[in-house]
């Protein structure tokens, strides 16, 4: 790989790893059909961020050892290298086929890092992959990574198959990490990449019905002083109960996948649930629940800064299509949920909102709204806030280069431009 990293970035702690990603990944493809090949391949070929292999990385190199159990681990890891991680299953066995032209397991370089957590790394980004595919069809994008998108080269058609691929070559991977809790973690998170698209599909809908009903006077969200304005808001302005269906919506399709990497990579490196005494356990369950915490939090800052540059990026730095590209698919990130609470009535935010940004004009009109309000400062405030929370996990972390490295991860978020 070309990853760029300086002496402090986050990369440099995990590079080896990081560097063989798209090797360890291809090597899991192999198929007999050319085509199938070439597209499943073809997203790991552009330069990604690698963002949730270095989450899971990171996250592995600094819990390990907090288990008692992480030592016996360890030297298993050293004897097995991997090797049944990556073995066929028998010479005649059904899946022996798995990958014809299998290539050797990369095993762990970095410190503290063990084989089943290095794959989880790669099991992490080929999920990620397979929703990219689904996620072009759906959006029609004609571009991703800065070249055409993958339904654009090959067809909407081969696209959800190449998706439908990496997720099985994906799931084949992960049972061979021999952990039900972990499997139970990822396998829920495809489910909830799916419940996150189709609320954003159905915002239109979720508006109507959070218009109709009385605003919640007990608002559970802690996120909730990041909505109230004062003087108060139009007649038809957004719900409370709409900006928490979009933050919802929004850990669905991008914390979820984050969050529970985070946990299961903890998970691998011994601190899931056993039986080794009451002090033991409340500290791996105080791991687990800071690794989830971490994910969640940084995931949902992600999205909000995804969600802001989409209206301040130009194409060519980012890599795809942008300048409101959200409100020509029809949907109402937080700047704009934002900037119809703060416009006057007579703007007639929430009708375009409904209409989906449909109607003659509306997408200019939209984006002047959002420039003239404070939607993409607040919801940079709001990333900010996620921000901290992720910090904040962090502290249960023993004191360790990794943890020091995960909160510079978190803190470059927000300053991120691609
Ligand atoms: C990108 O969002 C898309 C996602 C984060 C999730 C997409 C999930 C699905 C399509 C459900 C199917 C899931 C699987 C596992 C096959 P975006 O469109 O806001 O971002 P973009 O600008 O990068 O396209
Ligand atoms: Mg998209
Ligand atoms: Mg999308």
Request: charged content about 20%.
């Amino acid at each position: 790989g070309t990853t760029l990293v300086s002496p402090r970035s986050p990369t440099s702690l995990v590079l080896p790893e990081l560097t063989s990603l798209r090797g360890s990944i291809t090597s899991m493809l192999g198929s007999s059909h050319p085509a199938l090949d070439r597209i499943a391949g073809y997203y790991f070929a552009a330069e990604g961020k690698h963002v949730r292999p270095l989450i899971v990385l990171l996250m592995a190199q600094a819990a390990n050892g907090v288990a008692p159990g992480y030592e016996r681990l360890r030297e298993e890891d050293r004897k097995t290298q991997g090797a049944e991680l990556d073995a066929e299953i028998s010479p005649t066995g059904i899946l022996n086929d798995v990958n014809p032209r299998r290539t050797v397991f990369a095993a762990p370089e970095s410190e503290n890092i063990l084989c089943t957590q290095r794959r989880l790394a790669d099991i992490s980004e080929m999920i990620h992959v397979a929703s990219l595919l689904h996620d072009d069809v759906l959006d029609e994008a004609a571009l991703r990574r800065g070249a055409p998108s993958a339904p654009a080269a090959f067809g909407n058609k081969l696209a959800v198959l190449a998706g439908d691929f990496l997720l099985g070559r994906a799931s084949v991977a992960l049972a061979r990490l021999g952990n039900l809790e972990v499997v139970e973690l990822l396998a829920t998170v495809l489910a909830n990449l799916v419940e996150g698209e189709v609320l954003q599909l159905q915002a239109q809908q979720a508006s109507e019905d959070a218009l109709a009903a009385a605003p919640s006077p007990s608002v559970s969200l802690d996120t909730s002083a990041f909505w109230r304005v004062t003087p108060a808001c139009p007649e038809d302005a957004p719900s409370e109960q709409l900006f928490e269906s979009y933050l919802h919506k929004t850990y669905l399709k991008t914390a979820a996948l984050m969050a529970k990497s985070a946990r299961a990579a903890v998970i691998l490196g011994g601190c899931g649930k056993a039986d080794e005494g009451e002090v033991v356990e409340r500290r791996k369950e105080q791991t687990r629940d800071a690794a989830y915490a971490f994910g969640r939090n940084l995931g949902i800052a992600f999205q909000l800064v995804d969600d802001m540059l989409d209206f301040r990026s130009t194409s060519a730095a980012f890599g795809k299509p942008s300048g409101g590209a959200d409100l020509r698919l029809g949907i109402a990130t937080a700047p704009v949920l934002f900037a119809w609470q703060e416009a006057p009535a007579e703007a007639r935010m929430g009708e375009m909102v409904r209409r989906k940004f449909g109607g003659e004009g509306d997408v200019p009109k939209a984006l002047a709204l959002v420039e003239a309000s404070q939607g993409l400062q607040r919801t940079a405030k709001l990333a900010q806030h996620h921000v901290d929370l992720a910090l904040d996990a962090l502290a249960v972390l023993p004191h360790s280069e990794a943890r020091d490295a995960l909160a510079q991860l978190a803190r470059g978020v927000l300053t991120r431009s691609k």
